[in-house]
């Protein structure tokens, strides 16, 4: 079992292992501890508040890293009201801690075995999740700065229980994992028993499965990366737009493929299958139409045949009228907006005879007379409806000459 710790790379300086005292990490400690290595070994126990034998747990994974002489590192949470989905929230935020305090050189070590591997798989399947989700859990990724190993992905539950009987090991049962209400520990409970009954090697068969759905994720990755480089256009401080005459020339599948492709490359959460087939169907709006997909944090939106990531703290509106005249340095310090004189004046392509210079926001309430040069200008520059209310009008001597994004 020791070999599978061959995946921590020789130039590794720290390995954190996410240490919950359970008997899984409680292995994986005891098998790190059994190599003569020259990386530094930090259990990392999180407490997430959210269980009764929480602080008996911390205070577990306390005096087993004193037992072993190793330096321990605790964090809180605090989770105690997070909605529903608890079990996903607490993931979320220990990896958000993990990669945020981590850095070059580290590995982090999680004890996810393969019954944990059948178990997701199943959990997935259930969910509707296509071959991203049945791919399972990965046995290494990037996280942040470090590295993420799982070493015991090839090993049982029941081969866990067998080292730690054999090497004496004392490790805390959890009393939560009792708890069927959680989907997780229903699964492990009540569903996994009756599977290995009938098929012992069960978890084996949904291993091979979820490598064949990697390797076809792999293959979508692939075609879904050749489509984004052909399709993707860059936007100056903004996420790549789509062509959309390039998209409806895909067939639907491609074309979903690539749109869950664009939106993790952006790092924004994945659109579900429903809303997935609602925005194909919208890319054939009629022209002038912008359809707009609400997601959480971020919409995606159809616009002068492009389609648009707007993330949600990316949405700007201003709106008043500021006098400049000659002054070389224009400065909007409440909209964080800086620029020289002579800059908006290459921007607009025009010669400076001394113009008196404002700016205006555009102002939905009030009337404005320049509204159908305005709205050619927008059009020209090709400027989305939702980023109007950021976009200065540029005015010389009273007269509309141009637009600042």
Request: glycine share 6%; hydrophobic share 40%.
């Amino acid at each position: 079992m020791q070999s599978c710790l061959a995946l921590i790379p020789d130039d590794t300086e720290r390995v954190y292992l996410a240490y919950s005292g359970g008997l899984d990490s409680s292995v994986l400690l005891h098998l790190l501890l059994s190599l003569d290595n020259s990386f530094t070994l930090i259990p990392w126990h999180v407490n997430h508040g959210l269980l009764e034998a929480a602080a008996r747990m911390e205070q577990f994974c306390i005096d087993q890293a004193r037992h072993y002489g190793l330096q321990i590192r605790v964090d809180h949470l605090g989770l105690s009201d997070v909605g529903s989905n608890i079990e996903a929230e607490a993931r979320r935020q220990r990896y958000r801690l993990f990669a945020a305090s981590s850095g070059p050189g580290d590995c982090i070590l999680t004890a996810h075995h393969a019954d944990d591997q059948a178990e997701t798989f199943l959990l997935n399947a259930l969910r509707g999740s296509g071959s991203a989700g049945l791919r399972g859990i990965a046995r290494q990724r990037g996280l942040g700065e470090a590295l993420l190993l799982r070493p015991l992905l090839d090993f049982s539950r029941r081969q866990l229980e067998s080292y730690a009987a054999e090497h004496a090991l004392a490790w805390f049962d959890d009393p939560s994992n009792e708890d069927s209400r959680f989907d997780r520990n229903y699964l492990r409970n009540e569903v996994i028993p009756s599977l290995r009954l009938r098929w012992p090697h069960f978890h084996e068969a949904l291993s091979t499965a979820g490598q064949l759905q990697a390797e076809t994720q792999q293959v979508l990755d692939e075609i879904a990366r050749l489509d984004f480089e052909a399709l993707a256009q860059p936007r100056l401080n903004s996420d790549p737009v789509l062509d959309l005459a390039g998209m409806l020339q895909l067939s639907s599948g491609r074309c979903k493929n690539l749109l869950r492709y664009w939106v993790a490359q952006a790092g924004l959460a994945a659109i579900p299958n429903a809303r997935l087939r609602e925005l194909t169907k919208q890319l054939h709006a009629k022209p002038g139409a912008v359809p707009e997909i609400a997601m959480s944090g971020y919409s995606i939106r159809l616009y002068d045949l492009r389609l648009f990531l707007v993330r949600d703290d990316a949405l700007r509106r201003y709106s008043g009228e500021f006098e400049f005249g000659l002054q070389p340095r224009i400065e909007i310090e409440d909209f964080g907006l800086h620029w020289q004189r002579d800059e908006i004046f290459k921007r607009l392509q025009a010669e400076d005879h001394n113009q008196q210079l404002t700016l205006k926001f555009r102002d939905d309430g009030k009337q404005n007379s320049d509204r159908r040069r305005l709205k050619r200008l927008f059009q020209q520059q090709r400027v989305p409806p939702w980023e109007r209310a950021a976009v200065a009008q540029v005015y010389l001597d009273g007269k509309l000459c141009g637009l600042l994004s």
